[in-house]
Structure formats: C-alpha cells, structure tokens
C-alpha cells in the first residue's frame, strides 16, 4: 500500500501546483485553498477506497471538510478495487484532467 499512497501524494502535489495556474487561468473563484482542500479530499478518498488505512489526522480532515467529501464521493471514478491499485490512480488522473477541462 506505501506505493499507491507515494503515487497519490505525488499526484496531489502535482495537482497542487497545476492548481495553482488554473487558479489564475481555468478555475474563476477558487482559491489555492479551496484548490487545494477540494484536491486532497478526492486522494484521501481515494486512498480509502483503495483500502488504505487513513491516519487519525487524515480522517479528522475529512470530517473537517464533511461538505466536500459529499460532493467529492459523487464525482469519484467508478471502478472496482479489483482493478488494482494502479488503474484507480490512473482512473482518478483522468477524472482530474477531465474537471479541469470543463
């Protein structure tokens, strides 16, 4: 499980500094903030989803953030566990790439 929390948190960081562009440019009134809380859910999510145990500090910030967890859990990829590890990170870039298209 370590790996696909490594691919996770990179994918976030690297989401974090796109998100930081598309601020200015693609994603008129979120802030880096909101960027960023809204990007960390969906991975903690994920994570989740894949069967990763969450830490307490990580599961204290879902519960924090409560409303963006409900509309993330909508948008997540809907794929099986099954497909391993891989595809959800793989599944869950598409999904980002797409959000960020629209």
């Given at each position: 499980?370590?790996?696909?929390?490594?691919?996770?948190?990179?994918h976030?960081?690297?989401?974090?500094?796109?998100?930081?562009?598309?601020?200015?440019?693609?994603?008129?009134?979120?802030?880096?903030?909101?960027?960023?809380?809204?990007?960390k859910?969906?991975?903690?999510?994920?994570?989740?989803?894949?069967?990763?145990?969450?830490?307490?500090?990580?599961?204290?910030?879902?519960?924090?953030y409560?409303?963006?967890?409900?509309?993330?859990?909508?948008?997540?990829?809907?794929?099986?566990?099954?497909?391993?590890?891989?595809?959800?990170?793989?599944?869950?870039?598409?999904?980002?790439?797409?959000?960020?298209?629209?």
């Open positions: 499980m370590q790996s696909e929390e490594t691919l996770a948190l990179c976030l960081q690297a989401s974090q500094e796109q998100g930081r562009g598309m601020n200015r440019e693609g994603a008129p009134g979120k802030s880096p903030e909101e960027m960023y809380i809204q990007q859910v969906r991975v903690l999510l994920m994570l989740r989803k894949m069967g990763s145990n969450l830490t307490p500090s990580e599961e204290a910030f879902l519960r924090t409560a409303g963006v967890v409900n509309s993330q859990l909508s948008q997540l990829p809907q794929h099986s566990i099954d497909q391993g590890a891989e595809d959800g990170v793989m599944a869950f870039s598409r999904s980002e790439t797409e959000d960020r298209r629209q």
